[in-house]
């Protein structure tokens, strides 16, 4: 096993002088993150989130405004990036255009002086592992983004670092491949068993990939968590929203207990059961998150709900439509057995048992 | 994003970033070092003795004395020759312009035949001194000129002057123009022309209304690079322009024939300010208005225009334009091998071992010195290149706007401010080769720059970081990564240096000594006291010189290459 190391990022923000004046972007604010010895988290948020910047400062590309990162207990805050010993795969591979394959993977020993025979070895091995040891001898350009990728992460891993870090190492992977190589990474990382940071704006990347998903917005934490915990349990819309579809539709809180909230959506009772829920009082207007593929419904001549559009998926296929104004998608995977729907007919919903989760109503 | 309104913050996020840019020195000492020594040396090389012609000007010998200045803005001769300069310079960047143009969408844009062979004869001009051409108009057309006097039976034809000067800076210029205008229509999707005809527009209002405008900013700038270039020239208004004076001509004869400093150096100062304003045009205004993007891969580019139409008129003017073109060389290559030119075309070595048995020397002191400047270009400017935009320490703009300066400043100012800086003080180099090979040095800087710029804006920032991840030190980085990637950048680089310090005039006429004269000024000379043959012999053995550098340079780079296939 590798040595590796807990992360730590202790009160991190990173301000960047904006071209007005007297302007200022916190591309990240406050960051107070650890990653266990081992683990797989990712930083998921759409472009601007801080995602990148948090990478590039534990990388040591970027210094904290302020606050301080450990590897360990080292602080290595202001250390320069040749000295962190971490490992990093890039969105662009970044692959040196004029090494064959095996002098790219070779490279990073080379840097640290590891004796030939040890390094000649130990690059056998690690393209052994990546299955790229039969084209050792051709040039990046000549690899198709899947090998790439492949001799990419290996030249990180080479070195044996102690945190390995990822910048949206797929999004240059056509979808098909890119299902393919999630797969691959996380068993690769979990075979080495090196802690990992993983950027991406892609949820579906981040619910396979992760132990644990930190979500971000505006460089803060919104939440954190396993994928489930994450999805199931959303901190607010933004959170619902951005993983997977959420339909974010007005209620009326009927009743609050211990045992759960019941909550009146649309004229249907529907309940929120958690270990941890919020406060809220009978009769109080919250916005209710509710996954597409949980509500049930039937075509109803006579129902309240109208479908606006069809969209079809192949595996499901998707209806649009208003439930208590609020524009909803609700998803059937079974129309092959129940025929589907077109744009003007109507359909009543039941969530009696449609898990339902409450969040803050938007700011 | 977060975007916070505050003093406070912001007076923190800029105290970061000053303090990351000290950081960036403590990181990279060494290439801080570098960065030190490459702005000390710009400044002394170029600021100091622009500096010192601009003070020159209004300090006469009795001190400060403006009225001198006066005097001479008001002399005719001063605003002859200004007038007379910027009408040639405009002349001959629009008649260079329309032949680069011309010659750039044919060879790029239609289904003409013999593309290759026009490119090769587009670019010919590149790699021989520019006076060649002045040689050559002299020996077609001049008193005894083979065109003139044998054919046409003129005795008295006179070839001095204004129409010469535009036929010859046209010719000797329109390479820069060709280049610029064939990179852009090159990286010009056809698509664009597909839709255009999509929607019903003939081939015609195709050209006029969407290639046109889209070429109209390479257009510009290349106006504005010829007319630098054409104020810049020394040596073709010295040897034909006769009557016609223009500044750097007039500012060489007060200086070496009046002894007038100050007229010189106000001359010099009239020269470069439409230099320096035509420069600022051409790279801040035109580059502004570029729509199309040089990504290094040329675009998808399929040859729409192939109607007889089109290409049977384009193929009569490429003909003709390249026709001259080789007249002109041919006519110097045929002469340097003949008795007496216009009287005995008998096949002669005669002229070439005069040249041997005159003795060498100064055509081996500008192929050492240019030797000498040319690795010294490719390091400085590669270097310079790369602290500019991959490094921000504190200070960068001076070395930046410095380097540019002396790209636009012409070669005579450089040579006056060198005489003047270097006469005495604490750096005397008059009379050195060292102040020959800084003035080569400097005139070529920022195109080594401008090659590196290019070489670094396709080379992925992030490659650099991947090798510094994984523990290369920044010396590391550059010599393994970066350094290799530059190659192509390195070698068009010392290609360009040596073949202008091996022609330029301007600057160095004022710089070269008894010791150390260079081969450029002897064929001047030879012209001057009419042995054309002996000069055309000179120019031909410059030619293969710098032909046989270029052929060197492309070996090694493919040997260089080949190694590293292996």
Redesign the interface.
Known sequence: MIPVATVTFDGVSK????HD???????V?DLNLTIEEGKLVTLLGPS???KTTILRML???E?P?SGSIRLDDTDVT?R?????????V???Y?????MSVRENVA??LS??GVAKADAGRRVDEVMELMQIGHYAKRAPNQLSGGQQQRVALA??VV?EPRVL?FDEPLSNLDAQLREQMRVDLRAIQQRLGITSLYVTHDQSEALAIADEIVVLK???IQQRGSAREVYRSPASSFVARFLGKANIVPGTVVASTAAGIVVDVDGQRARMTSDDLPQVAAGESVSCVLRPENVAFRTDPEGALTVEQVVFQGSYIEYHLRIAGAACTIIDHEYAHRGTLNIGDRLSIDLTNTPLWIVPADA | MQTIDSTELGALARRDERAQRWRAIRTDPWLWGIFLVLTLSVAIFILLPIGAVLKSAVIGPDGFDLSRLGDNLLASHVWRALRNSLLLAVLSATAATAVGFVMAYGVTRTGMKGKRFFHLVALLPIVSPPFVLSLAIILLFGRSGVISSDLLGLSNANVYGLRSLVIIQTLAFSPLAYLNVRDMLQSMDSSLEDASSSMGASQWQTFRRVLLPLAAPALLSSFMLVFVKSLEDFGNPMLIGGDYSTLAVEAYTQITAVYDMQSGAILAVLLLLPSVLAFMIQRYWVGRRSYVTVTGKPGRTEIRLTAAKVTVPLTIVCSAISGVILLFYGTVVAVSFMKIVGVDSLFTLDHYRYIFDRGLSTLQNSVTLAAVATPLVVICGLLISYVLTRRSFPGSAILKWSTLLSFAAPGTIIGIGYILSFNSGPLVLTGTAAIIVGAMVLKNLQVAIEGGNNQLKQIDPAIEEASAVMGASNIRTFRSIVLPLLRPAIFTSAAYAFTRSLTTLSAVIFLISANWNLVTVTILGQVESSRLSVAAAYCVLLIVIVLAALALMQGALALLTRRRDQ
């Open positions: 301000l960047f002088p904006s004046k007297g302007e200022v972007v916190a591309a604010s601007g989130c801080g990388a040591g590309f210094t405004t202001r320069p990036v040749n000295s962190r010993g971490i490992g990093m890039f969105q662009s970044a692959l040196f255009p004029h490279y990073g840097v640290a030249r990180a070195t870090l505006d460089g803060v």
